[in-house]
């Protein structure tokens, strides 16, 4: 079994058909084909074998889809790695990953050359700024290409795909390995739910490499044979202005999307006659915006829940009326799922407990570390570490109600406070920090901090300290707000109250 090859079958259905139009160029399913056929010969070229992980860090691009998907044709693993990722991020994932061929771009690849370069047997693919999109050297080297196919698709069921990269409540990111029976089986399972079709011409504002954008809307449109409008970045104006003038029949967001959706619906007002689903997940909705955004475009937004390691496991049901606000739905085909207390037992329904989910969309376990692999499974079960219960007046219905975990999501994005708190640790004028999520309209929730600094550092800016934590993690994990205090909350054990914190913090930012 291979996802691009069963991806590839589209391109046969419908050769001529528009596949992908990146930022108004069109790409048919044959060029898209032909252009995967030429990234896997030039793979192949510079040895690129089955199972070798292919790390890929450009922005959202056409070439990007072509790199992937030969990477998979090929047998060997695509890392997608997100274009904010600072040096020291970027060193990390590369060398835990041991992958053998890093795909960057000039503009990108400065501001990471020094760790990269301390990497040894690593090939470095860099993709200049002529092309439109930036990518001549690769399009060069594409050139040379000859038209014999080499995908030869060398892998199995249970063979790795892709290894995405999730933070843990230690702090420190774990490979995600998904196989192709995950991502062809979720993908079949969403096709038959959301009642994919070739007529569809899905909007698609996502970034490609985390599972939302790249699993369940990537590869479900290919899937589709639909035509797929690539926009590189999310704007709401022009995401509005899209879905009239396409028109477009699908969208899939996050909450935040759905939030900045709303605040220019007025003055837009776009026509949407041909629109059949707004789909949302990553995190929660809220039940104000779904009522919301449904008084003003008639719409019920479908609600589904997944996470990295087990792709898509919920959803709400395809009918609009079945579609209900707070409720993330019944579990995909093919997926199972238990709501279990602290002690392994099965809780009545109606109960709150941890949802453990089962099936072919779980992932195999963490790259090269067999010891969190078994700490996230009991008896084959993945412990999700969300906390829900299902409705036993509602065919078990799943609603969630938090996190088991220690986790913030922010726009749609994982933050673990731990990896926060260890960089701000590491910072010489901190003595210790705690990181919370504090409710937020626009990102649900905001990363925010408090730092008890040493006595000879009390008056250091805590602007400073943002920037300090800039240069060392994404931006979107940075605290948006950091406090100074003399001491965090303990209980009488000495562990940090977070909860107690979280409030506290929620009232220094009211009074802001
Ligand atoms: C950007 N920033 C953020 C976020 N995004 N800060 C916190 N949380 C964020 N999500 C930072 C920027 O770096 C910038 O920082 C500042 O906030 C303002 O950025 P802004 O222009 O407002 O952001 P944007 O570029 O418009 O992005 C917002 C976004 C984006 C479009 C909502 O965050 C996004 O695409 N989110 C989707 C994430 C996603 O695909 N998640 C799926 C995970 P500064 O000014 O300091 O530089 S997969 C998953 O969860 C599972 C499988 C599932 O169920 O789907
Ligand atoms: P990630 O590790 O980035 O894949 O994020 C997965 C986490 O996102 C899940 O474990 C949930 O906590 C959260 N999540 C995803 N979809 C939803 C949803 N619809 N409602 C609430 N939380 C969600």
């Given at each position: 079994m291979n996802l691009a090859q069963v991806l590839a079958q589209s391109a046969v259905r419908n050769p001529e058909k528009v596949a992908i139009d990146f930022e108004g160029i069109p790409y048919t399913y044959a060029q898209l084909y032909e252009g995967i056929n030429k990234c896997a010969q030039f793979l192949r070229r510079i040895g690129v074998k089955k199972g070798d992980r292919v790390a890929i860090q450009v922005p959202k691009c056409i070439e990007f889809v072509c790199l992937h998907l030969a990477v998979l044709s090929v047998g060997a693993i695509t890392l997608p790695l997100n274009v904010g990722y600072p040096a020291s991020e970027i060193q990390y994932f590369l060398t835990d990953s041991q992958s053998s061929v890093f795909v960057s771009y000039s503009k990108g690849y400065d501001a990471v050359k020094e760790a990269v370069d301390s990497i040894e047997n690593l090939k470095v693919v860099m993709l200049d700024e002529k092309s439109p999109h930036g990518f001549d050297a690769l399009v060069n080297e594409l050139e040379k290409s000859s038209g014999d196919d080499v995908r030869k698709y060398p892998t199995e069921k249970d063979d790795v795909g892709i290894l995405l990269y999730t933070s843990g409540t230690t702090g420190k990111p774990k490979g995600a390995m998904l196989t192709h029976k995950n991502l062809v089986s979720n993908m079949k399972a969403l096709h038959e739910v959301w009642r994919w079709s070739e007529n569809d011409v899905l909007l698609h504002a996502l970034p490609l490499f985390h599972a939302h954008g790249l699993s369940v809307a990537l590869h479900g449109g290919l899937y589709a044979g639909a035509t797929i409008v690539m926009h590189e970045k999310f704007d709401p104006r022009r995401t509005w202005e899209t879905l009239e003038s396409v028109p477009c029949t699908v969208f899939m967001g996050v909450p935040t999307m759905y939030y900045r959706l709303m605040r220019e619906w007025e003055s837009i007002k776009p026509d949407l006659k041909r629109m059949r689903v707004f789909i949302s997940g990553s995190a929660p909705l809220l039940e104000n915006l779904f009522y919301k955004f449904e008084e003003a475009t008639g719409f019920?937004?479908?609600?589904?829940?997944?996470?990295?390691?087990?792709?898509?496991?919920?959803?709400?049901?395809?009918?609009?009326?079945?579609?209900?606000?707070?409720?993330?739905?019944?579990?995909?085909?093919?997926?199972?799922?238990?709501?279990?207390?602290?002690?392994?037992?099965?809780?009545?329904?109606?109960?709150?407990?941890?949802?453990?989910?089962?099936?072919?969309?779980?992932?195999?376990?963490?790259?090269?570390?067999?010891?969190?692999?078994?700490?996230?499974?009991?008896?084959?079960?993945?412990?999700?570490?969300?906390?829900?219960?299902?409705?036993?007046?509602?065919?078990?219905?799943?609603?969630?109600?938090?996190?088991?975990?220690?986790?913030?999501?922010?726009?749609g994005y994982n933050v673990y406070p731990k990896e926060v708190e260890n960089v701000l640790e590491e910072h010489e004028a901190v003595l210790e920090a705690a990181v919370v999520g504090i409710p937020d309209e626009d990102f649900g929730e905001k990363v925010t901090a408090a730092v008890v600094l040493k006595e000879d550092s009390k008056g250091m800016e805590t602007d400073e300290l943002i920037k300090y934590c800039k240069s060392k993690l994404a931006s979107y994990k940075c605290p948006k707000i950091i406090f100074k205090v003399d001491s965090l909350p303990r209980n009488a054990m000495g562990k940090i109250q977070k909860h107690i914190l979280q409030k506290e913090l929620s009232e220094k930012v009211k009074e802001q």
């Open positions: 019920r937004i479908l609600e589904r829940y997944g996470m990295t390691e087990a792709l898509m496991i919920t959803s709400n049901p395809y009918e609009p009326e079945r579609r209900i606000p707070k409720s993330v739905g019944y579990p995909l085909p093919g997926v199972n799922i238990r709501i279990v207390s602290d002690d392994g037992k099965d809780v009545e329904p109606g109960k709150v407990g941890e949802v453990w989910i089962k099936g072919d969309n779980v992932f195999k376990g963490y790259w090269n570390n067999p010891e969190k692999t078994r700490e996230t499974f009991s008896d084959g079960w993945l412990k999700s570490g969300d906390l829900g219960y299902q409705d036993p007046e509602d065919d078990l219905r799943l609603y969630l109600v938090g996190r088991a975990k220690e986790l913030i999501i922010t726009g």
